[in-house]
């Protein structure tokens, strides 16, 4: 009887190292973009994306269905701020769109700097706190494995990192434009 | 040393299960699949407001991707929003570029959001994004519906322009 339970029951070391494989792989970049997102602190340097958090991400199709990478960022500050994402290296030339909380889209294709073909969305200024959503795939939709860096970090408003900002889009009816003034937004 | 080995055994088994386990959950937490070339669904969804690293409550959109094959109708319509928050849907196409949006375009409730994409431009997975308006951060349940079903289908009926 002994012996079966024993055997039945993990060490501590066991459990222990279980737990640390089980956390290491859910929060690996895929992981976090799925279900959390990464929090990003206000930088106050003034270089091109420094201290951005560089992540790695892939896209990866099942056969012919294409299939994006999703991540979600944290931007949350006491002062005017802007949130920058610039894919900084690719494999395939990828395209980016970032949703705002309040469900404006800005979107990137070729956002010029070292990597041309890379997209980079500056939102200046961010206009609410809040969890703002990438979305990045090859850059036509077709189904395609490949991989990238994504840089993504917050700056004051006038940081060189805010310059030449990304204009969002969000179509609405009359009715809906009323009622976004109204909430103050736009 | 007998005990050493069975817990070993047992080690693996466990090491094993953790893996398997964050590689289903991590597989399974955003993505919709179905088997069958057309299907419907409900699904409960969530927003939340709650504090991060700074002492202002942040607004917490939900997140799912759907999957649609190019030429089908993809309809998602929320209901049953819970307690009350008037929300909206974003829906990214395969393409970043391609996206569709709306507010207060669901009959099911006074502002609830539906999004009608027809046809699909692409077969691929659709990045879904629901939240407040106007990015308020508020708390609310919901139910949405998802339909996958042949290209000019009574349920896409006046799609949502794409932009």
Redesign the interface.
Known sequence: MNRKSNQARPSFRTMIVAAAVAITLYASPAAQAENGGIVLQLKLCTAINCGATAIQGRFNPNGTQSNPWVGQYWASASQPFCLRLQVTNQNKDTEMSVVAPYGAVFTSDNGGGSCSTCPRVVISPAFSNGIYTAVVNNANGAAAEGGFFLSGAIYPTGNPNCASPTVGLSPMTAAERIKMRKAGLR | M??LA??G???W???L???L???A??GS???HDSLGPTMGTVDRGGVNSFL???P??????W?R?Y?AEAGQCLAIDMFQVVPFA?L?L?V????????Y?D??GSPSCGNCPRVKIDPA?????Y?V?A???????VTSDFLVSVLRQAGGNAACTTPT?A?
């Open positions: 007998e005990h069975k817990s055994f047992g080690a088994t466990y090491l299960a953790a893996v386990g964050s590689i959950s991590a937490a955003l993505a991060g690293t700074s202002v409550a942040l607004s917490s959109p997140v991707k999957f008037d909206e974003v990214i196409s395969p393409d970043p570029s391609i996206r949006r507010d207060d431009p692409i077969t691929g997975y990045t994004i939240n407040h308006f106007a990015g308020s951060p322009p932009f």
